[in-house]
């Protein structure tokens, strides 16, 4: 029995408290410097750091933690084994639950998750979770110490995962170590989805999505890239012609939304994924090392309030511009991680808000020569309790730019929902699946992630990927799985 | 002095002056073509004839000398038609489509600048578009017919020697390139080689100029009328923005040059004095030593180990803390004696005021301009302005601060890294070889982030609040001011001559070996091993076993720039339909380029694609081999041609297009449509696939722009004249570049004629997810990767579609800058003689 637990059950004579430390920041470039390079801005905690930041945790007995996690990571038993300093132990304990700790350490909103019910952070600051997670994820890797887990023996059932994404690549990681035969299928030329074409190297470097995806391959499952499902094969001819014995969509959601206002196709207006793309899948801040060209301009737009409009305006500043995020409601409104927009602010980020775009301005060339916007203030709350913009008469303003980016989000692609009619697809076009078991309206065939719930997080699309697998699992041994009917219209 | 007339105007004449001269000289123009201003007359390409009364015939004026009482004209209606005649004989060689196209002045306002491609078959496709003589030529006799179906020699590029590229295919034959070459170097190291319609310019026994002892002074570039020649660097600028004087200071001579600018960056430099040529550092390296892609445009501090880029204040504060315990004899800054004077005054200060030192050391330099320095032995810190210490030097050193404008072997043992401007970048005063002042001029932004290296030491002594280098503070000002007028009066008044010898003299600068950074300079070295030549093989090229996926299986340059390639994608080839594409990647680093299927076999696993070399991109597929193997091919995406029995389609083809309508004609004629294929070129050399399209449609209607095979004009132009002679046509289909799709889409607007267009714009996934394919089509945005390729063409925004295309022309252009590309050779299997014919 630990002192700490001692003295939660009384036992333990009563010591001096003995004072905790305080949440260990980690070391980062300095806004001014990391602004314009695209280096990673925190260095991540040392040995040392991250030792003391471990020795925070309570190891409570009912970890509330593990509940908040959308994966169910034991929490208390990853930092208990860096109390002891055994790093690689941590790590591997870690990645039974969560394949991608390195990416859910630096991606996951764990201030909305695990942090947010953690018991000391009802009076302090809560255990930095997600950077010990980035901390022994990182460690083994820098190591060279991962090992491949013992797998069970060969199921003989085939599944095809369709997109190399969050979901895909959980779904993936899980049904691998059940013993099954994966393929995962991608249309663009490298797996990884939005953790490669989205998410910036400064906040996600390529280098560890790639050392995940070799973790998967190394496992055994079969990645084939540039392979379109939808257009290189259906999913029926997945099920019926090539052999597959269940089909997982994790297909994301890749479909760009505008505002659809005038000026919108203007040269220098694009949607935050090509913005992003373009930087971080084709490698264009590298240009002309890469051939695709980067957009560096001198003043940029980025319209959008969540984490991928942080994204843009970040990647943006480190292409040399000067950069506004045009948002609609006012700050805490903004769906982006507190984290996220504290990052842009202090990187030179300017924020107009409760602003919104009415009309984009160009030149006879067709190029961007500004945004108009007008004013908002808060109106009454609605039914959501959130208060809604209302335009100010008379104060529209032009803000003069030559790049617009536009990140309001994303619909679900509906390339695999158009090329398979018994698949149902609510109103939003996201497939509709069973939530409990992720099956969708076609036996067989699961679904997880932004293709299902819209453009949400990582680690949810991970939680439900989590799911699908498990269920897949007992589908294809032959368990009774219930495939939900085809909603009525 | 002498009076004549010309066109009855009395005219004075100097004594010896032709009559060209004379009459250029008192403003009367008379178009001429081989003469130069900077050259002896030569009188060979004929435009400049005028009548002189009493004279026989027609003299050229270029090499008539005038005479006391001549009475000459020069624009009769006689000489007009004689000069077109002369001209469309010489058009018949050259590409000339474009000077005699009906929609010339739609198309430059379509698309005023030139494209860049591999062999350019006409002027929208020139590097010379902007400064073309023979255009301007054409303009003003008012060229508008050719007397028979021109000739194109189908001559590969060459581009195996460094710094210059020659499409022969361009040249008219005026000499200028070998006389320039004979009156500035006294041999000919280019000449006419071969005789009647084979004669072309060239080097003796076949070689390469590299291999003729060229010096590469580029003067052959310069007088060059035609894109014939071209830098290969600065080809794709067209008309630079602005041109400045400064001096080269690669070796000692201290050469006035001229350098073209575009957006603040060097694109080429010249001589100030035309008649005194450059050597080739002067001449051919300034701009790619400017815009180096390796150039260091970011301080960096070493921050555990690893060096991080950082802002200049957070360098210059890291640097002053680090120099704090080295105040003394320890330090030692160290320079390349390749800097202004007004450097050395700033470094001398600097080491003397704030280091306390007396080591402010100018490193020694052999000849070619190596560097080598010794530290004194109590030196522990230094601050280096170059590569010019050795690896154990420098490890014996506590601290060592780089301040520099490439990375070296250093980088690994600073603590702090300057990024340092370079010549073109500073302002001053450069002492040459012979003790002589000679301007600097800032003509150029530096990269990135860097400075000049005495503002870094300035920056540096006013962040640790020294004023020794304060320009305001009245001691510096003292000895500033008699720093200046000592070099006031050494300052030179005229232009200095150029080089006495233009040959490779220094070889390096900075501590840096020249060849190593620009490319070109590494095949001029004795002992350089040649390059490896990357060769576009013209002839078809076929591997028996297909094997891998990705693998190209047949090859071959179709057309002139047009390149047919089969690749083994199985994947594709078991799903293509008429009208998808693929996107393909040649490798890694390519961008995703969208072709459209022209063909494919799903027995064998193949797909068929017409690729234009246009890019870096889709040059590395056209230069591509039977074996080679692509990196990524993705599709078959887009929406497939809405297949049905319309009745009777006309398909009308360009450029790639013509051979996309071998599927589309395929799945037409088994929905039963009667298919009508028209297809266009600029000339009769262009066309391909005659015999295929023949075999899939019912009838191919074929029309060239200068009217050399089928129809003279565009394909449109057919489809009319089938329209206006009562011919029932229920659906056309328009495949090619924008202009020709635009102009189809236009002329049939009022007429009751569905028509489809495949639009081409950037692309990136291809499924949809990014959207840069965005184009509007009847006031609606629409994704060409998903909602098409086939819009309704006469609802489509085509000046938009036209603009976003060209988003990254600017950029791209830019990329040249600081890629040296490879020095390749077009692999020509001649007949072996060596004449060059085929």
Not at chain 1, 201 to 229: S, T
Not at chain 2, 235 to 246: P, R
Not at chain 2, 570 to 597: C, H, N, W
Not at chain 2, 623 to 650: F, R, S
Request: glycine share 8%; hydrophobic share 40%.
């Amino acid at each position: 029995m630990s002192d700490l637990e001692k003295e939660k059950s009384g036992t333990a004579t009563r010591k001096p408290k003995k004072p905790r430390p305080p949440r260990q920041p980690m070391p980062a470039q300095a806004p001014e410097d990391r602004a314009r390079n695209f280096q990673e801005v925190p260095y991540g905690y040392t040995p040392e750091l991250a030792m003391i930041e471990a020795s925070r945790c309570l190891d409570c007995k009912n970890p509330k933690c593990v509940a908040g996690c959308p994966v169910n990571v034991d929490i208390p038993g990853f930092i208990r084994l860096i109390q002891q300093g055994k790093f690689i132990e941590s790590a591997r304990h870690l990645k039974e639950q969560n394949a991608l700790p390195a990416i859910c350490g630096r991606v996951c909103p764990q201030e909305e998750q695990c942090e947010k019910v953690c018991i000391i952070g009802i009076k302090n600051e809560p255990v930095a979770v997600g950077r010990l997670e980035r901390f022994v994820a990182d460690y083994e890797r820098n190591s060279g110490a991962v090992t491949i887990p013992e797998l069970p023996p060969s199921t003989g059932k085939r599944i095809a995962v369709i997109g190399a994404g969050p979901a895909g690549l959980t779904a993936a990681g899980d049904l691998v170590r059940m013993g099954h035969e994966v393929t995962v299928f991608e249309a663009l030329q490298e797996p990884g989805g939005v953790l490669i074409y989205v998410i910036p190297e400064f906040r996600l470097p390529k280098e560890i999505v790639k050392a995940e995806v070799d973790y998967l391959r190394q496992m055994g499952v079969n990645f084939v890239m540039d392979y379109v499902v939808g257009r290189n094969a259906t999913i029926q001819e997945l099920l019926n012609e090539e052999g597959y014995h269940a089909v997982f969509i994790g297909s994301g959601a890749g479909l760009p939304a505008f505002l659809r206002i005038p000026g919108e196709n203007l040269v220098g207006v694009y949607s935050a994924n090509e913005y992003l793309t373009r930087s971080n899948l084709m490698k264009s801040y590298l240009f002309p090392k890469y051939d695709t060209p980067p957009i560096r301009r001198q003043r940029v737009a980025v319209v959008g309030g969540g984490n991928v409009a942080m994204d843009a305006a970040r990647t943006a500043l480190r292409l040399g511009g000067d950069v506004h995020i045009v948002y609609r409601r006012a700050k805490e409104q903004m769906p982006a991680r507190v984290e996220e927009i504290h990052h842009a602010e202090e990187e030179g980020v300017q924020m107009k808000l409760l602003t919104n775009p009415k009309r984009i301005l160009g030149d006879e060339r067709h190029r961007v020569t500004g945004i108009e916007c007008i004013q908002m203030e808060l109106g009454e709350p609605d039914d959501s309790g959130r208060r809604s913009p209302v335009p100010v008469e008379g104060s529209e303003f032009v803000l003069e730019v030559d790049t617009v980016v536009i990140a309001i989000g994303n619909n679900p692609n509906p390339l695999i929902p158009q090329t398979m009619p018994d698949l149902a697809v609510s109103r939003w076009g996201t497939i509709v699946v069973d939530e409990d078991t992720m099956a969708t309206t076609v036996p067989g065939v699961f679904a997880a992630g932004d293709i299902v719930s819209g453009a949400a997080t990582v680690i949810s699309a991970m939680g439900q990927a989590r799911t699908a697998a498990a269920t897949i699992n007992r589908y294809v041994l032959g368990e009774e799985v219930t495939f939900p009917p085809v909603p009525e219209k | 002095m002498i009076e004549l007339t010309i066109n009855g105007r009395k005219i004075q004449a100097e004594p010896d002056e032709s009559i060209l001269q004379c009459a250029l000289r008192n403003g009367i123009e008379i178009p001429h073509l081989c003469n130069h201003p900077s050259l002896p007359p030569y009188g060979a390409c004929r435009i400049c004839m005028v009548e002189v009364e009493g004279m026989r015939g027609y003299p050229t004026s270029c090499t008539t000398p005038v005479a006391p009482g001549m009475e000459v004209k020069t624009d009769t209606p006689a000489l007009q038609e004689l000069r077109r005649n002369i001209l469309g004989l010489m058009m018949l060689e050259h590409p000339s489509a474009c000077l005699l196209c009906g929609r010339r002045d739609l198309c430059d306002e379509f698309r005023p600048q030139a494209e860049k491609v591999g062999r350019t078959t006409g002027c929208h496709t020139c590097n010379n578009k902007d400064m073309c003589e023979v255009r301007t030529l054409s303009e003003d006799l008012g060229f508008c017919e050719l007397p028979v179906p021109p000739l194109y020699h189908h001559r590969p590029i060459e581009r195996s020697d460094p710094f210059i590229d020659r499409d022969l295919n361009l040249c008219i034959l005026c000499g200028r390139c070998v006389r320039v070459c004979k009156h500035q170097h006294g041999t000919s190291i280019i000449d006419f080689v071969g005789r009647g319609s084979v004669s072309r310019i060239g080097e003796a026994f076949g070689r390469t100029l590299l291999e003729a002892d060229c010096r590469f002074c580029g003067s052959c570039v310069d007088v060059c009328p035609t894109g014939s020649l071209a830098d290969r660097y600065a080809k794709w600028f067209g008309q630079v923005q602005d041109c400045c004087e400064t001096s080269c200071i690669f070796c000692d001579e201290g050469c006035a040059i001229t350098v073209g600018i575009d957006q603040g960056k060097a694109v080429m430099a010249q001589a100030v004095d035309e008649d005194k040529p450059l050597c080739v550092l002067g001449r051919f390296a300034v701009a790619p030593f400017m815009n180096g892609a390796d150039r260091l445009t970011v301080p960096k501090i070493r921050v555990e180990s690893v060096l991080r880029e950082v802002s200049w204040q957070m360098a210059l504060t890291e640097a002053a803390e680090l120099l704090k315990p080295f105040k003394g004899e320890s330090f030692a800054l160290v320079f390349d004696p390749a800097v202004p004077e007004e450097d050395r005054f700033y470094f001398k200060i600097f080491a003397e005021k704030v280091m306390g030192t007396s080591h402010c050391i100018a490193a020694d330099k052999d000849a070619k301009g190596r560097l080598a320095v010794k530290l004194p032995e109590d030196v522990k810190a230094a601050w280096l302005l170059g590569d010019m210490i050795s690896a154990e030097e420098a490890e014996k050193l506590e601290l060592l601060i780089l301040q520099d404008a490439y990375p070296s072997h250093l980088m690994d043992k600073a603590a702090v890294v300057f990024p340092a401007a370079l010549f073109t970048e500073v302002s001053g005063t450069w002492i040459d070889g012979s003790g002589k002042a000679r301007p600097l001029h800032a003509v150029t932004t530096p990269p990135g982030q860097a400075r000049p290296d005495r503002q870094i030491f300035m920056d540096l002594a006013a962040a640790v609040n020294d004023s020794s280098l304060d320009d305001a503070a009245p001691a510096l000002a003292e000895e500033l001011k008699a720093f200046g007028e000592a070099v006031l009066q050494r300052r030179r008044d005229t232009i200095p001559p150029a080089a006495s010898d233009p040959s490779l003299k220094k070889e390096w600068f900075r501590g840096h070996e020249l060849s190593k950074l620009v490319g070109g300079l590494a095949c001029l070295t004795a002992e350089a091993p040649e390059p490896e030549p990357v060769e576009i093989i013209d002839e078809p090229q076929v591997i028996s076993t297909p094997a891998e996926n990705f693998q190209v299986v047949q090859k071959r340059e179709i057309a002139p720039n047009n390149h047919e390639i089969v690749f083994y994608v199985p994947a594709v080839a078991k799903k293509a339909m008429a009208g998808q594409f693929v996107i393909v990647m040649a490798d890694e680093q390519s961008e995703r380029v969208p072709y459209t299927l022209c063909d494919w076999d799903r027995e064998a696993g193949t797909i068929t694609l017409i690729v234009q070399e246009k890019g870096q991109s889709s040059r590395k597929l056209a230069l591509m081999k039977a074996g080679d193997i692509a990196a990524h091919i993705v599709g078959p995406l887009g929406t497939p041609l809405e297949m049905k029995n319309y009745g009777t389609v006309a398909l009308l083809g360009g450029c790639y297009g013509i051979g996309a309508h071998i599927a589309n004609a395929k799945a037409l004629k088994e929905a039963g449509n009667t298919v009508v294929i028209m297809i266009e070129a600029r000339s009769h050399y262009l066309h391909y696939y005659l015999e295929e399209l023949a075999a899939v449609a019912d009838e191919l209607i074929v029309t060239t722009i200068d009217g050399s095979n089928g129809i003279k004009g565009h394909a449109i132009d057919a489809l009319l004249r089938r329209l206006d002679g009562g011919d029932i046509i229920d659906r056309a289909i328009t495949v090619g570049c924008p202009f020709m799709m635009k102009v189809a889409a236009l002329e049939t607007q009022d007429r009751d004629l569905p028509m489809m267009a495949a639009l081409n714009p950037i692309m990136l996934d291809g499924t949809g997810m990014c959207g840069a394919c965005r184009v509007t089509v009847n006031g609606e945005t629409k994704f060409a990767c998903v909602d098409g390729p086939f819009f309704d063409a006469h609802t489509i925004d085509w000046d938009e579609l036209r603009d976003r295309r060209n988003a990254y022309s600017d950029a791209e252009l830019n990329s040249l800058l600081s890629t040296e590309p490879v020095a390749h050779a077009h692999h020509h299997t001649g007949g072996g003689c060596g004449c060059g014919r085929s």
